[in-house]
Structure formats: structure tokens, C-alpha cells
């Protein structure tokens, strides 16, 4: 079955800069990346997600990139603020149509220092 | 409001006990999941309904017994409750399948479940 890497496990960085999450997969045959952010108390929610037929897609101050040669993304988060603190989670599935499960990565704790 | 609600919120409960977390969408989706988050925030799908019918079965303890009712529901049932079964655990539900985004799972706040 897939199986889904996330790192760094806890990421603390000065507010306004630029946050990193890495994630590998290992099911070549997988081609629907979402990425999650849980807040504390929450369930998790969607923030981005990207299929396998594009390389990159940005909404705001969040980019996911994409390289399915290599097998594997990255959530970019530009200008961080104080609330973009919580974790977040990185999945992967074969399909967008939903008969396929979603594999989650094991979560980053981002923490932004005002 | 439209969401996924689950009650109980928190949970405090001996081992050996047996206890029940309801979960019910006004999203109108068609598929329903259990997850379970453990102390170490490790999101694992249980259970998935889709139309009350059971697609995605992990392997979870029979100790474990989902029963969805109807589409909007999807209650957890745990029996003979041990120590390792405390953990958050979230219903989530994603629209009918077969359509795009269809994956696309909107969680609930969770229930902590505490195993004393």
C-alpha cells in the first residue's frame, strides 16, 4: 500500500518568512496530493491540492509543488503569520474521484514566532 | 450551519467499558470515514461508508463496529475498551463518488476518547 513521508515533524519559523513541508509517496500510481491544516482543537481542513498532471499550483500566500519523477511535494507557505501556526498534514491517494483512500503523512507542527 | 457534527466532544471512560460516538453531515455527501488521530497526531482511516454501504474497512480490532443508519449518520461503537483505544477520533464525509473532488474530506472537531 502507499506510504507517506512527511518532514520536518516541527517546524518553527520567525513570522513573515517562508515555511517548507516536504512529503514522499511510494505508490508511483498515485496522482491526488492534498494538503490538510488541522488548528488546535479542530479537525483537519483543506487547504490545497494539486493533481499529478500539474507541476505547481499557488492559491495566495500557499504553493504546492509537485515532481512525480522523483515522488514527491512540498507545501510553501510565503510571508507567515501568527495564525498560520497548526498542523499540517500531507496525503496522498490514486484517485480524486473517491473510491480510492486517502494515505496521510505524519504531520508538521509549524509554529510562527511573532 | 452546514458541517460534520460528532458527540460526544470528550469522553472519559474505565477499560473494559463499551461506548458510542455519533457523527451526523448536512453536507448532503454520500461517504462517510472514521479516522483515528493518535498522541502522536498519526491520522489512520478505521472506516469508510459510502450510502450506508461499507467500502473501506482497515484492519481495526472487531471490538470496533461502525453502523450508519443512513447516509447523514455514521455512528462508532466500541466494545470491551482498553487503554490503547484512547486516541481523537474524527468523523469526516466527502461528496459522491465518481465525480471530481470527490475526495475532498470535510472533518469533524473530533471526540477525545480517554481510557482510564
Known amino acids: 500500500g502507499e506510504n507517506v513521508e512527511q518532514h520536518p515533524s516541527t517546524l518553527s519559523v520567525q513570522e513573515g518568512d517562508s515555511a517548507v513541508i516536504k512529503c514522499t509517496y511510494s505508490?508511483?500510481?498515485?496522482?491526488?496530493f492534498p494538503w490538510y491544516k488541522q488548528e488546535l482543537g479542530k479537525g483537519p481542513q483543506l487547504i490545497i491540492d494539486?493533481?499529478?498532471?500539474?507541476g505547481e499550483k499557488k492559491d495566495q500566500r500557499i504553493a504546492v509543488t509537485l515532481n512525480k519523477t522523483a515522488k514527491h511535494f512540498s507545501l510553501h507557505i510565503t510571508e507567515t503569520q501568527p495564525e498560520d501556526s497548526a498542523v499540517y498534514f500531507c496525503a496522498a491517494s490514486r484517485s480524486n474521484f473517491g473510491n480510492e483512500k486517502l494515505t496521510f503523512g505524519t504531520g508538521t507542527r509549524l509554529t510562527i514566532i511573532p | 450551519d452546514t458541517a460534520v457534527s460528532q458527540t460526544p466532544k470528550y469522553l472519559v471512560t474505565q477499560m473494559g467499558n463499551d461506548k458510542s460516538i455519533k457523527c451526523e453531515q448536512n453536507l448532503g455527501h454520500d461517504t462517510m470515514y472514521w479516522y483515528k488521530q493518535d498522541s502522536k497526531k498519526f491520522l489512520k482511516i478505521m472506516f469508510s461508508y459510502n450510502n450506508k454501504e461499507l467500502i473501506i474497512n482497515e484492519t481495526v480490532p472487531n471490538r470496533f463496529s461502525p453502523k450508519s443508519p443512513d447516509k447523514a449518520h455514521l455512528n462508532l461503537h466500541i466494545n470491551s475498551l482498553e487503554l490503547g483505544d484512547s486516541a481523537v477520533y474524527f468523523c469526516?464525509?466527502?461528496?459522491?463518488?465518481?465525480?471530481?473532488?470527490?475526495?475532498?474530506?470535510?472533518f469533524g472537531a473530533g471526540s477525545r476518547l480517554t481510557v482510564l
Open positions: 494539486i493533481r499529478s498532471n500539474v
Open positions: 505508490d508511483s500510481a498515485s496522482n491526488y
Open positions: 469526516a464525509s466527502s461528496p459522491r463518488q465518481g465525480v471530481s473532488g470527490a475526495n475532498v474530506l470535510t
